[in-house]
Nanobody, 118 residues
Framework: QVQLVESGGGWVQPGSSLRLSCAASGGPFSSYGMGWFRQAPGKEREFVADISGSGDGTGYSYSAEGRFTISRDNAKNTVYLQMNSLKPEDTAVYYC???????????WGQGTQVTVSS
């Protein structure tokens, strides 16, 4: 049983930056790939970014690539999402997830709210 706790969300103006964190416990952190997803009001949950257990491989959605950076610190059991040049359409609840199988995430955090508006 892996527990994930997101933090770092908030209400910011367009063009601002935020860094989300996800602290993991209850499992071998470096054995898990990690991902970030988001869900906006009235929208389906969508993939944002993911990272391999070692941190050597990353992937991004089209909307995130070039603005967002996913990283991890296995010594701290933490994954990060650095978000720059935020836009109103980035407004959503952001969730981190963990999984041992490629393309499958078995564990989910509770989410953290990101609101981008003037």
């Amino acid at each position: 049983q892996v527990q994930l706790v997101e933090s770092g969300g908030g209400w910011v103006q367009p063009g601002s930056s935020l860094r989300l964190s996800c602290a993991a416990s209850g499992g071998p952190f470096s054995s898990y790939g990690m991902g970030w997803f988001r869900q906006a009001p009235g929208k389906e949950r969508e993939f944002v970014a993911d990272i391999s257990g070692s941190g050597d491989g990353t992937g991004y959605s089209y909307s995130a690539e070039g603005r967002f950076t996913i990283s991890r610190d296995n010594a701290k059991n933490t994954v990060y999402l650095q978000m720059n040049s935020l836009k109103p359409e980035d407004t959503a609840v952001y969730y981190c997830a963990a999984g041992r199988t490629y393309g499958l995430f078995d564990y989910w955090g509770q989410g953290t709210q990101v609101t981008v508006s003037s």
